[in-house]
C-alpha cells in the first residue's frame, strides 16, 4: 500500500514551541517562503472571487499565524471589497502592531482573538461572519476532529474555503529541497509532516457531509495545494 494512501499525523515540532523561541522564529520566516512557493494566497483569492461574489462585512481566519498570510490575500482583494471587519484567530498570539496597521491602511479593521479554536467556537454562540478562511491549518486535525470542528463552525458562517498541503509524492519528494531555501530543522521536518497529514481526492468533501454540510469544491490547486470550499447547512 502508498505510504500516503491514508493522512499520517504526527505532531510539528513548532507547535511545541514558545512563540519567541529563535527556532520558532526561523521557522515561521521560512513559512512565509513556502506560501508564497506554494501560490497559497493567489489560490484563496480565486476561490474568494468565486464563491463570495459580494464584497464581505465579516471575514474570520483560523489559525491566523501572524497574519502575513492574511495581509498578502487582503492586499488582492481590498480594492473590490472595501472596509472588511477581519478576525485573526490563533491560540498563539502573533500578529503584532505593525501588521495590523498595514490592514488599516487597506481599509480592513482588525480584531485579534487568541484561543484554542474549539473552546473559541463552542463559547461564541453570537458571532456571525460572512466566511471563514483557513490556510495550511486543517492538516493539524485527525478526521474526527475535523468534524467536530466542521459542525461548530456551521454556526458561524454561510462557507469556509480551505487551502491545504496536497498529500502526494511530488509535494513530499520537494520538502527535501527546503535546505536550498535556508529552512532550519523545524521547518524541514513539519513541511514533510504537514504532507502526510494532508488531503487529497474528497477526503475533506465527505467530513463536511459528516458534520452535516454541503461540499462545494474539492481539487488539487497547483503542484502543491488541495483546496476545499463548503456551505453550511445553516446559512442564512
Request: hydrophobic letters at 50%; aromatic letters at 8%; glycine letters at 8%.
Amino acid at each position: 500500500m502508498n505510504a500516503l494512501s491514508h493522512r499520517s499525523l504526527v505532531p510539528e515540532i513548532l507547535d511545541g514551541l514558545a512563540a519567541g523561541d529563535p527556532r520558532a522564529l526561523a521557522s515561521r520566516r521560512d513559512l512565509r517562503w513556502i506560501n508564497a512557493l506554494m501560490f497559497q494566497a493567489p489560490i484563496m483569492a480565486s476561490l474568494l472571487r468565486k464563491f463570495v461574489p459580494r464584497p464581505p462585512r465579516r471575514i474570520l481566519e483560523l489559525g491566523a499565524g501572524d497574519g502575513t498570510f492574511m495581509l498578502k490575500l487582503a492586499q488582492r482583494m481590498a480594492r473590490h471589497w472595501p472596509e472588511v471587519e477581519l478576525t485573526l484567530l490563533d491560540r498563539v498570539s502573533l500578529a503584532g502592531a505593525g501588521i495590523l496597521t498595514e490592514f488599516n491602511r487597506l481599509g480592513w479593521s482588525t480584531e485579534v482573538v487568541t484561543a484554542d479554536v474549539f473552546d473559541w467556537a463552542e463559547g461564541n454562540g453570537g458571532e456571525w461572519f460572512d466566511a471563514i478562511t483557513v490556510n495550511l491549518f486543517l492538516h493539524h486535525f485527525d478526521d474526527a476532529e475535523l468534524v467536530r470542528l466542521f459542525s461548530l463552525l456551521a454556526w458561524k458562517a454561510p462557507l469556509l474555503l480551505a487551502t491545504e498541503p496536497l498529500r502526494a509524492r511530488f509535494p513530499l519528494a520537494a520538502t527535501r529541497l527546503l535546505p536550498a531555501i535556508g529552512a532550519n530543522d523545524v521547518t524541514r521536518h513539519d513541511a514533510a509532516q504537514s504532507v502526510r497529514a494532508g488531503f487529497r481526492a474528497n477526503e475533506l468533501s465527505d467530513l463536511w457531509l459528516a458534520a452535516g454540510g454541503r461540499p462545494l469544491e474539492e481539487r488539487r490547486a497547483g503542484p502543491f495545494s488541495h483546496v476545499f470550499v463548503g456551505a453550511s447547512a445553516r446559512s442564512r
